[in-house]
């Protein structure tokens, strides 16, 4: 018979704890994927550990991704989540980094929220530019300290984030008012 792990084993894990011993650190494991979770404004310093530690060594970053958890079954943390997909190529192991994100104001709108920020890490890893900047335009979280943090897929006035759980799946009139552009518009 075969017992569940309570905690996952990846050996970077120890690592984090030890450098940061006050920050609220939680890990899951899923299919032998480990993803450690922190919070918002601990995000940037785990990842820069995460980085140049010589025992971790993640030296690319594969993606930066978001979540919406918006009537997900299980209690979620927060409602929105980036996810960071790192690979070490030195130790060959993989790690995701989480960071839950709870909004302060309500999300049908385009308007900014501050409880839906957190720090680029742009100047880690400058290949994160564009996912973050696709996070920015399909769910609205902001990145702080981006350097040209804007709309990457719809054009700068889209009245909202489509990729949010709450958006109308027919729209809100965009296509209504769109200005079909043809050969003779030029």
Request: hydrophobic share 35%.
């Given at each position: 018979?075969?017992?569940?792990?309570?905690?996952?084993?990846?050996?970077?894990?120890?690592?984090?704890?030890?450098?940061?011993?006050?920050?609220?650190?939680?890990?899951?494991?899923?299919?032998?994927?480990?993803?450690?979770?922190?919070?918002?404004?601990?995000?940037?310093?785990?990842?820069?550990?995460?980085?140049?530690?010589?025992?971790?060594?993640?030296?690319?970053?594969?993606d930066v991704s978001g979540m919406d958890y918006l009537n997900y079954p299980a209690e979620m943390p927060?409602?929105?989540?980036?996810?960071?997909?790192?690979?070490?190529?030195?130790?060959?192991?993989?790690?995701?980094?989480?960071?839950?994100?709870?909004?302060?104001?309500?999300?049908?709108?385009?308007?900014?929220?501050?409880?839906?920020?957190?720090?680029?890490?742009?100047?880690?890893?400058?290949?994160?530019?564009?996912?973050?900047?696709?996070?920015?335009?399909?769910?609205?979280?902001?990145?702080?300290?981006?350097?040209?943090?804007?709309?990457?897929?719809?054009?700068?006035?889209?009245?909202?984030?489509?990729?949010?759980?709450?958006?109308p799946l027919r729209g809100r009139g965009e296509r209504e008012a769109y200005r079909v552009v043809d050969?003779?518009?030029?």
């Amino acid at each position: 018979m075969t017992t569940a792990k309570t905690t996952p084993d990846h050996p970077s894990l120890p690592l984090v704890k030890r450098a940061f011993p006050s920050a609220r650190l939680r890990a899951t494991e899923f299919r032998g994927q480990t993803t450690l979770i922190v919070e918002p404004g601990d995000a940037h310093k785990v990842l820069k550990f995460l980085r140049d530690d010589a025992g971790t060594a993640y030296n690319f970053l594969s993606d930066v991704s978001g979540m919406d958890y918006l009537n997900y079954p299980a209690e979620m943390p927060g409602r929105f989540a980036v996810v960071y997909s790192l690979i070490s190529h030195a130790h060959d192991r993989r790690l995701f980094v989480k960071v839950y994100l709870d909004p302060s104001k309500d999300t049908s709108g385009i308007e900014a929220d501050p409880a839906l920020e957190v720090d680029s890490v742009c100047d880690l890893w400058p290949g994160a530019e564009w996912p973050e900047r696709e996070v920015f335009d399909m769910l609205g979280i902001r990145f702080r300290n981006h350097p040209d943090l804007r709309r990457i897929l719809l054009w700068r006035d889209y009245p909202g984030h489509p990729l949010r759980k709450d958006y109308p799946l027919r729209g809100r009139g965009e296509r209504e008012a769109y200005r079909v552009v043809d050969r003779t518009s030029s």
